[in-house]
């Protein structure tokens, strides 16, 4: 069994729909951090987090570390928003490997 | 801005060639990574360095090798490349004393082995 497990792996969606991206893991982490790649692209931090909510414009990410789950939200989504989210718990402990989920693919559809 | 600059974008190698990649950064972090991504596993740490000449194994060394000489470079090393090592290679940094710990990554090395 992995030990991130995201969901749902695709998802479409309609412009300006919400949307949720979930993580579920099953390790003991000190933070959470969600990933952006575009395809074809590197990949871009989103959001680093270790307890509660952060925003950053249209994205929000939640974490509750005693139920070891994450989600990321989007709001007002557009096509812009597509590409692959993925979820990255750090393990805790002295230690800067991150695990990673296999990702969500996001299309945004005009 | 933090920047992590990858030698290559595109890389065919034949079975049995020694191949470098190298990744370069301009923060001054002292940790930097790399991983490959398959389709289907997700990202997978190969090896990562906290320090010059100081290195530990990832999840997944085996078929590779790293060398940090310099604080910025950080090179990943296919001693003889194999075609199961066709892959996406990303390389990342952070500092080890920042807030978060984020970790800043390169545009990745899409490697063919024929």
């Known amino acids: 069994k992995n030990e991130v497990e995201q969901s749902p792996q695709n998802l479409t969606a309609q412009e300006g729909e919400f949307i949720t991206i979930n993580c579920s893991y099953s390790v003991g982490i000190s933070a959470l951090h969600w990933l952006q790649q575009h395809p074809g692209g590197g990949i871009v931090s989103l959001f680093m987090?270790?307890?509660g909510k952060k925003k950053h414009g249209r994205l929000i990410a939640t974490i509750n570390i005693q139920e070891k789950h994450s989600s990321l939200h989007i709001t007002a989504s557009h096509p812009r928003d597509s590409a692959v989210y993925i979820c990255?718990?750090?393990?805790?402990?002295?230690?800067?490997?991150?695990?990673f989920g296999t990702g969500t693919l996001l299309a945004v559809q005009p | 801005d933090v920047k992590v600059t990858q030698s290559s974008r595109y890389l065919v190698k034949r079975t049995g060639e020694k191949v470098f990649l190298e990744c370069v950064q301009d923060m001054d972090h002292e940790n930097m990574f790399w991983y490959r991504q398959d389709p289907g596993l997700g990202l997978r740490l190969i090896y990562f360095s906290y320090d010059v000449k100081m290195k530990e194994k990832g999840d997944i060394p085996e078929g590779y090798s790293v060398s940090r000489e310099k604080k910025e470079r950080f090179s990943l090393i296919l001693e003889s490349a194999s075609t199961n090592q066709t892959s996406m290679y990303l390389c990342?940094?952070?500092?080890?004393?920042?807030?978060?710990?984020?970790?800043?990554f390169g545009p990745g090395t899409r490697l063919t082995v024929t």
């Open positions: 990342a940094s952070n500092t080890a004393a920042g807030v978060g710990y984020e970790q800043y």
């Open positions: 990255a718990p750090k393990r805790g402990g002295a230690t800067n490997k991150l695990i």
């Open positions: 987090l270790s307890s």
